[in-house]
């Protein structure tokens, strides 16, 4: 499993219309074969600045399958706009990973 992150600074005033624009977004990511799942968490300090976190079963399924798609052409159309700087987006895989169940 792959995880890519980006960190998001969304223009200032405009993180109510971004949030309610990437739910619409996510039918798109979440439509690519290899997608396994995301969460997009708002920082607590600064309020223009969120996390995305996307999980893939592989690299390619991101880099190639999702951004070579016509999903992601609709993605971008409705978020890319946000952004100020461009995010950039790293891909990182597991090597230790313990979660505590309730």
């Known amino acids: ?3 890519e992150t980006a960190i998001l600074y969304i223009k200032k005033g405009k993180e109510k219309q971004f ?13 690519i074969d290899g997608y396994l799942g995301h969460s997009l968490r708002k920082c607590v300090e600064h309020e223009n600045k969120y996390l ?4 893939w079963e592989k690299l390619e399924d991101h880099v190639i399958g999702f951004r070579t798609s016509v999903e992601y052409l609709e993605w971008k159309k409705l978020l890319h706009d946000y952004y100020d700087p461009f995010p950039v987006v790293e891909h990182y895989e597991i090597i230790l990973e313990k979660i505590k169940l309730a």
């Open 52 to 55: 995305l976190l996307v999980d």
């Open 1 to 3: 499993m792959i995880l």
């Open 19 to 31: 949030e309610h624009d990437f739910k619409i977004a996510g039918q798109y990511i979440s439509a």
